[in-house]
């Protein structure tokens, strides 16, 4: 794999390792919004004057804490590394964990599958708390006790089945990691990702590449920054959360995209040596007529993505009665040439999914960004 600054042209046919798929609950575009993500079935409750007063008190803190995952998937992987070759004196528990949190990843080396996406969503620790809360009902309901405090997620308790999603990992693994006596590293990056937003485009995150040798890794030291980054990672997440009900900011600000969506979330993912992130929205156009709110509007969905392979990619995607319509705006020249030149095999496989393709557009460049993209980017206290 090439470093991070290198610009491969895409290989042929890299863009068909997408398996496309007949719009059903399983497309990549309505995974978000099926019954076990219990998202998108009706609008949310509107906040409350003590949850706006709240989230104005945490976000400055978050967002001077937050990273992007791919940092801390980088460190998961030279430990499980570590692991692997019989050098980590870490215990079994947390080797476990570790294992677990990686399996979360997407693979870009295979087929991605509506399925692929679709569990990612689901794991994607964002519906959490919805997801707590139907298992703790479920269980009332079967006469069993509750679920424990932090929905089984705290230091040496076995996660229940349904809840082995990226925050309630985290935050088990950071647990296991203070009892280790690990203490978190003082380190900071130098850069950090835009705020997640539900108003504006979508942002690729650059990827951290797996170049350490697992010999040559400290293992307190490392241990020490992967605390921080699992901190720093949960920062992150909880933005995430905030922004998808609306606590944000700057989800008042208009942006050169559509309207606001109605959640955002960031789903890690693996290519080759490469750890990223794809963030991803998703919405619904409800029709007004409807006195639930769940009429039969159109479903959109928007992605960023940024590899060493490809360059920054954006998408936006919406499902409009049975038509499909297609919009990719592509940063690098090599890129956009690649999948012009396969855009014969694009349309197929959108017809051989059973997918009525109206529109399929390749743009050179990115969408124009506005102030509401923005978060903090530097540590100029450095």
Do not use: C
Not at 121 to 132: A, C, I, L
Not at 279 to 288: I, L, Y
């Amino acid at each position: 794999m090439p470093p991070a600054t290198a610009r491969p042209a895409v290989a042929p046919g890299a863009a068909a390792s997408v398996r496309l798929q007949p719009v059903s609950a399983t497309s990549p575009v309505q995974s978000a919004a099926t019954p076990q993500s219990g998202v998108l079935k009706s609008p949310p409750p509107p906040l409350s004057a003590s949850q706006l007063a709240a989230a104005e008190t945490v976000r400055p803190r978050l967002a001077d804490q937050q990273i992007s995952y791919a940092g801390v998937f980088s460190q998961l992987t030279a430990l499980n590394n570590r692991s692997a070759l019989g050098m980590s004196k870490v215990p079994e528990p947390v080797q476990r964990i570790v294992q677990q949190l990686l399996g979360l990843q997407v693979s870009s080396d295979g087929d991605v599958t509506g399925e692929t996406i679709q569990k990612a969503v689901q794991q994607s620790g964002v519906f959490r708390e919805t997801q707590v809360k139907r298992l703790t009902q479920n269980l009332a309901k079967g006469g069993a006790q509750s679920l424990p405090p932090g929905g089984g997620a705290q230091a040496g308790q076995p996660l229940p089945q349904g809840l082995g999603d990226l925050k309630s990992l985290l935050i088990q693994l950071k647990g296991l990691l203070r009892e280790m006596g690990v203490e978190p590293s003082a380190h900071k990056p130098l850069t950090q990702p835009p705020l997640p937003s539900t108003a504006g485009f979508p942002k690729g995150q650059r990827p951290a590449l797996n170049t350490a040798a697992a010999a040559d890794l400290d293992e307190p030291e490392m241990l020490s920054r992967l605390l921080k980054d699992t901190d720093s990672a949960l920062a992150r997440l909880r933005l995430t959360q905030m922004a998808s009900r609306g606590m944000m900011a700057d989800e008042s600000v208009t942006s050169g995209a559509s309207k606001p969506m109605d959640v955002v979330l960031e789903l890690p993912i693996t290519l080759g040596q490469e750890n990223g992130v794809l963030q991803m929205q998703v919405g619904r156009d409800r029709d007004p007529n409807s006195s639930k709110g769940e009429g039969e509007g159109a479903w959109r969905l928007r992605f960023g993505l940024d590899l060493a392979a490809t360059g920054a990619v954006e998408a936006a995607v919406s499902l409009r009665g049975g038509s499909t319509f297609v919009s990719l705006w592509l940063d690098r020249a090599e890129t956009y040439a690649s999948l012009a030149g396969q855009r014969e095999t694009l349309e197929a496989a959108f017809a051989d999914a059973g997918l009525d393709l109206q529109e399929l557009r390749l743009l050179r460049g990115l969408p124009q960004k506005t102030r509401a993209d923005y978060g903090p980017q530097v540590d100029r206290r450095s």
